[in-house]
Nanobody
Framework: QVQLLDSGGGLVQPGGSLRLSCAVS????????VTWFRQAPGKEREGVAC????????YYADSVKGRFTIFRDDSKKTVDLQMNSLKPEDTAVYYC????????????????????WGQGTQVTVSS
């Protein structure tokens, strides 16, 4: 069956960097759009960054534009999120999610568009 494995979280100081990785198994990644979501304590889950299949369009939350970059390697079946200039407000559990629905600027951050989810990886930004 399709499984997503999130990894790469940890504790980092403000201004630091982390790279998260989502490894997909049980299917061909090329048919899936993938988005990283995050959820901080007491807050709603929010979409952070998305990369579509085919055209590989990317979408980002305003709060991370210019700091985060999403990559995909369909041959390795991984989708990475490079996070730079991290801020304390980036602290959250980060989840990758994959789905076959067409994604665009209007729906990429809607969690109902995704069929499969990773287990989450904790990112803590603190001095």
């Amino acid at each position: 069956q399709v499984q997503l494995l999130d990894s790469g979280g940890g504790l980092v100081q403000p201004g630091g960097s982390l790279r998260l990785s989502c490894a997909v198994s049980g299917t061909t990644l090329a048919y899936f759009g993938v988005t990283w979501f995050r959820q901080a304590p007491g807050k709603e889950r929010e979409g952070v960054a998305c990369i579509t299949y085919g055209d590989r369009n990317t979408y980002y939350a305003d709060s991370v534009k210019g700091r985060f970059t999403i990559f995909r390697d369909d041959s390795k079946k991984t989708v990475d999120l490079q996070m730079n200039s991290l801020k304390p407000e980036d602290t959250a559990v980060y989840y990758c999610a994959a789905g076959t629905s067409p994604l665009d600027e209007a729906n990429w951050d809607d969690s109902y568009e995704y069929d499969y989810w990773g287990q989450g990886t904790q990112v803590t930004v603190s001095s």
